[in-house]
């Protein structure tokens, strides 16, 4: 999460422009998260309608990002 003394460089100077950068980064990280997390809902749900129950660890790679999720 961005704080408000990130918009300021080193010297205390505003930098929107690495202010900006930052925030787009953690956006896109947040909607990953969410992709993931709505998919693990996805899967539990899924089992519960079928009547089976996820035992192990569940692994994922995402396409998009390379990302494995544990």
């Given at each position: 999460m961005i704080a408000k003394d990130d918009r300021k460089n080193a010297e205390g100077y505003n930098?929107?422009?690495a202010y900006?950068?930052?925030k787009n980064v953690e956006q896109e990280q947040d909607k990953d998260?969410?992709?993931f997390h709505q998919l693990l809902n996805t899967l539990f749900?899924?089992?519960e309608l079928a009547d089976f129950h996820i035992e192990g660890r569940v692994v994922l790679k995402d396409k998009?990002?390379?990302k494995v999720w544990r």
């Open positions: 930098d929107p422009t900006n950068a930052i998260d969410m992709r749900s899924l089992c998009r990002t390379g």
